[in-house]
């Protein structure tokens, strides 16, 4: 069984008929009695990394969270879930995240062409950095949907994946049993449901 | 590189697929569920539903038709239709739409955008902007095409986005129908004032007009259209690939 965290910040529907789609029990959750029975454990998350981080911490799952991952569970942070796995982020000032993985989450205004467009929205081809466990059902030049203006750095020990808009941004990350996604699998078609799926059988 | 997207879109009216010639005389063409599922089985790189006629007679979008295809369907979605209040918005969001975009909703209450981008976030809002030609002006339409606002079609835009409408649809009333290509003029002017994904809406009726389209206007992120594909006069994996074939950055 697969627990969503949910610790109030964005709508679960789409990432809960996603599992269901690939034929795996999904529940949406804040027990933690129910997390820790979980087998896997999906972070989501939309909208502003103070908020967010707030609302974890407030909640208790920032601490449940920590204690899982640490346990060794497999645990995937999606868009601003992924986001929330690092030390800290400089989105309107400077937050403190969960500090599962090194590094810290920046503006893309930062690194990408001024003429660019802000957010980073639309499918774009992953990049591989290197073989991780969730790309095993993934082909060369498969596209991923993001919504970002943000990205992850100064993890490149951690980046399995990139995307290339100007400027590689990190697509997706990997530190023992804790993977992050910058982009949305529940919103990549047969592509992000095969991320899924992989990660399910990890 | 971001891909060139592709966006079929499903008019709803009854619970049924239609899509009208300059917004008149409706055809009945299919199950949105099953339309929508085939598409993302085809290639479309998102899904716009709208409920065309809400705004005229102000009748509720099918949320249950939204649920099943979001249980259904995995890439993104985008509903408009009757979204005049905040609560539109959460209510068609808790059915799965991914974003909601608003037309006559906008024009009658202008602080509409900001206060849902504020709350769900700018990539969150969508402007759909229906333009006609009038005396040498570009001029916004109200209640699907049929009402003449008065209010200019740049400025109005601008106005959105400065607002928080993190994409604008641009829909030509001029071209929609005509199956003569899109508008390239009026998409010209747009993605020119605007930096936000642009998306290029009415007149296109066959493959060369979407390969014409990002050829001549590389701002332009995306073609929507309706009844070609939906009667199958262009086929979703053909497009791509000719759009692939011609160097357009494509997700094939």
Redesign the interface.
């Known amino acids: 069984m697969i627990a969503i965290i949910d610790y109030g910040v964005g709508n679960l529907f789409s990432l809960k008929s996603s599992f269901a789609a690939i034929g795996e029990e999904a529940v949406v959750t804040s027990d933690a009695a129910v997390i820790s029975q979980a087998d896997r454990l999906i972070l989501p998350g939309v909208g502003a990394f103070e908020d967010a981080a707030k609302k974890l911490s407030d909640s208790g799952m920032a601490e449940v969270v920590k204690r899982e991952a640490q346990s060794g569970k497999p645990i995937m942070g999606i868009c601003l879930g992924m986001q929330l796995l690092f030390e800290k982020s400089y989105e309107y000032g400077e937050h403190e995240g969960l500090g599962l993985i090194g590094g810290s989450v920046r503006p893309i205004a930062d690194v990408i062409d001024k003429e660019l467009k802000i957010p980073h929205i639309g499918w774009n081809r992953l990049i591989v950095k290197k073989q991780s466990p969730l790309f095993k059902y993934l082909s060369d030049g498969d596209c991923v949907y993001f919504v970002h203006s943000y990205y992850a750095t100064d993890c490149e020990d951690a980046v399995t994946a990139t995307a290339e808009y100007s400027a590689e941004l990190t697509a997706s990350v990997e530190k023992d049993n804790v993977y992050g996604c910058q982009f949305h699998p529940e919103k990549s078609g047969d592509v992000g449901l095969k991320i899924l799926k992989a990660f399910c059988e990890i | 590189?971001?891909?060139k997207?592709i966006i079929p879109c499903l008019d709803v009216k009854n619970g049924r697929v239609v899509k009208g010639v300059n917004f008149e005389g409706l055809n009945d063409v299919a199950s949105p569920v099953e339309l929508a599922q085939y598409y993302?089985s085809c290639g479309a790189?998102e899904l716009v539903f709208y409920d065309i006629t809400a705004s005229a007679e102000g009748r509720a979008l099918f949320t249950d038709i939204l649920?099943e295809t979001?249980?259904?369907v995995?890439?993104?979605l985008t509903v408009g239709g009757g979204i005049n209040t905040v609560a539109d918005f959460d209510r068609v969001?808790?059915?799965?739409a991914?974003k909601v975009s608003v037309n006559s909703g906008a024009i009658r209450n202008p602080d509409l955008i900001y206060e849902a981008a504020k709350l769900y976030?700018?990539?969150c809002v969508v402007i759909s902007a229906d333009v006609k030609r009038q005396d040498g002006a570009f001029r916004v339409y109200a209640k699907g095409g049929r009402e003449d606002t008065g209010m200019e079609a740049i400025s109005w835009i601008k106005r959105c986005v400065d607002n928080g409408a993190?994409?604008v649809v641009l829909n030509s009333i001029d071209t929609d129908g005509v199956k003569g290509g899109f508008d390239l003029e009026m998409l010209e002017a747009v993605s020119n004032a605007v930096?936000?994904?642009v998306i290029a809406s009415g007149g296109a009726g066959k493959i060369e007009d979407f390969i014409t389209l990002f050829k001549t206007l590389p701002k332009v992120?995306a073609g929507l259209a309706a009844s070609i594909f939906h009667f199958g006069e262009v086929k979703i994996a053909d497009l791509k690939a000719a759009m692939a074939k011609a160097g357009i950055p494509t997700?094939?």
């Open positions: 590189m971001i891909t997207r993302s790189d649920t979001a249980s259904k995995f890439i993104p969001l808790k059915c799965g991914d976030g700018d990539q993190g994409e930096n936000v994904p992120d997700r094939l």
